[in-house]
């Protein structure tokens, strides 16, 4: 706080002056616009947190009320933890961030596919201890590594020094994966509001989305200042969000039976294999997640390559996020709607021909068809959460759920690299046509298993 206040005071007087350092007093004002947009955001969502459970009467309210005071307290520091987990100061930069390091498409690729391969090392493992000895745990390791992982990335100039740095924010990120979801899930379990998962998530996501399009900007100009800082901040944020983490209540569970490390990993692999529809999910979302990843990843080259500033680019994460965030707000509309099946057709289709529009167009149009997947990743996650979280019995759920994250990192240690050789080989939009070409087989393979061989099986 004494730092903050210092660069507060240094800042006015900057302006006092007459702007000398007019970048770096825009960066501050900036930071102090963040500082207190976290400071509201977590008090509103606290007030709205409390009022959502006082609309419950009668006989419910008292069993929230001896029961599952705790739990339901766990939905407002959920939010207030997602929101900080969300901002991604790092994300807008992170490419252009590389690229100032001399790194190529190749070789940015290659480090995320080593991202990747020790996700699938570590996701299974860290997913059972979050089941066998607590979410809350998981997620306290999370943010103790997320940190020290991104103030390693911040300070990178050489390969080695980035591997090191993606080691750890890697292995931070499996002891969240899975456990999130799952300890929303599970504190809505504790106070009968499971079936409303989806819109609890969705709101969520809403909040995390605002929060990103509030990074977005703020990564935007603390980028003109010089592409560490943002990395600099998260890392920070990552300490703010352990001590949310520690004053989380663990949602019990029951346990049919205690079983060794190596026996529920092996069952809830079984489990997963053994029934149709979630297996199904599983696939359908592994790919679809390493779609929406690779296509991220090629945003800030591709905007760089239409002539648009870092600056702006930050504005039109802003926007996209914004736009994500009216999605996930509208998923529980959607899915009552679309259903499970219309869900599975029509989200590839829309990010499908997204894709090949982006690929063919090289104009500010292509912007347009940013902002359409991005309100439709919005509205994705929370609906193909809730059909996971649905089809898992509580004491597999984060391992399972880890099993989807390993999936996707399997599939993202491969393609990542083919798809960014291929950028730099022939070009970003023949690459980005070639992903949507193959996503479009795949996720049309998936989707007629569903409807041939799911449809009426047990979930």
């Not at 207190?36 to 007030?47: D, G, H, Q």
């Not at 292995?171 to 499971?194: H, M, N, P, Q, R």
């Given at each position: 706080m004494t730092l903050y206040s210092g660069a507060l005071c240094a800042c006015t007087n900057n302006i006092l002056e007459g702007f000398p350092d007019f970048k770096i007093t825009l960066s501050v004002l900036i930071l102090h616009c963040f500082y207190?947009?976290?400071?509201?955001?977590?008090?509103?969502?606290?007030?709205f947190a409390s009022q959502n459970f006082k609309k419950d009467t009668g006989e419910q309210k008292m069993v929230y009320e001896i029961e599952s005071h705790a739990n339901s307290g766990n939905i407002y520091k959920f939010y207030i933890y997602f929101f900080l987990a969300r901002l991604n100061l790092w994300l807008p930069i992170y490419v252009l961030f590389l690229l100032g390091r001399n790194f190529s498409m190749t070789q940015i690729t290659l480090l995320d596919a080593v991202f990747w391969l020790v996700m699938v090392v570590f996701e299974v493992p860290t997913g059972a201890v979050a089941d066998k000895w607590g979410?809350?745990?998981?997620?306290?390791?999370?943010?103790?590594?997320?940190?020290?992982?991104?103030?390693?990335?911040?300070?990178?100039?050489?390969?080695?020094?980035?591997?090191?740095?993606?080691?750890?924010?890697?292995?931070?990120?499996?002891?969240?994966?899975?456990?999130?979801?799952?300890?929303?899930?599970?504190?809505?379990?504790?106070?009968?509001?499971?079936?409303?998962?989806?819109?609890?998530?969705?709101?969520?996501?809403?909040?995390?989305?605002?929060?990103?399009?509030?990074?977005?900007?703020?990564?935007?100009f603390l980028g003109g200042v010089f592409l560490a800082l943002p990395i600099f901040v998260s890392s920070v944020v990552a300490v703010v969000m352990l001590c949310i983490a520690l004053t989380f209540k663990e949602p019990e569970i029951e346990r049919k039976e205690k079983e060794s490390y190596f026996t529920h990993v092996k069952e809830s692999f079984g489990y997963s294999w053994k029934h149709p529809q979630l297996r199904t999910l599983l696939f359908f979302h592994a790919f679809t997640f390493s779609v929406l990843w690779i296509i991220g990843i090629f945003y800030q080259p591709y905007l760089k390559n239409l002539g648009i500033r870092v600056e702006i680019i930050g504005v039109i994460y802003l926007f996209a996020t914004l736009l994500a965030a009216a999605g996930a707000s509208l998923a529980s509309h959607f899915e009552s709607i679309a259903g499970e099946s219309g869900f599975l057709i029509s989200i590839p289709v829309i990010f499908v021909f997204s894709y090949l529009f982006m690929g063919f167009l090289h104009s500010l149009v292509a912007i347009s068809f940013i902002f359409a997947i991005s309100f439709f990743r919005g509205v994705y996650w929370p609906i193909i959460s809730k059909y996971l979280n649905e089809r898992i019995p509580s004491e597999r759920r984060v391992t399972i759920l880890s099993l989807a994250s390993l999936m996707y990192s399997v599939i993202m240690i491969p393609s990542e690299p083919v798809f960014g050789n291929l950028a730099d080989r022939f070009s970003l939009n023949t690459s980005i046509i070639i992903l949507a070409v193959v996503y479009g087989i795949i996720a049309s393979i998936i989707v007629g298993f569903w409807f041939t061989r799911c449809r009426k099986s047990d979930s």
């Open positions: 207190t947009c976290i400071v509201r955001a977590e008090l509103f969502l606290f007030i979410k809350k745990h998981s997620l306290i390791f999370s943010c103790i590594l997320t940190a020290g992982g991104l103030a390693f990335f911040g300070l990178a100039k050489t390969y080695v020094f980035v591997l090191l740095a993606y080691f750890l924010w890697a292995v931070g990120v499996t002891f969240e994966s899975g456990a999130l979801s799952a300890f929303l899930y599970d504190s809505l379990k504790k106070i009968g509001k499971e079936a409303e998962y989806s819109k609890f998530a969705g709101r969520g996501m809403s909040i995390a989305l605002i929060a990103s399009s509030i990074g977005s900007v703020t990564a935007g």
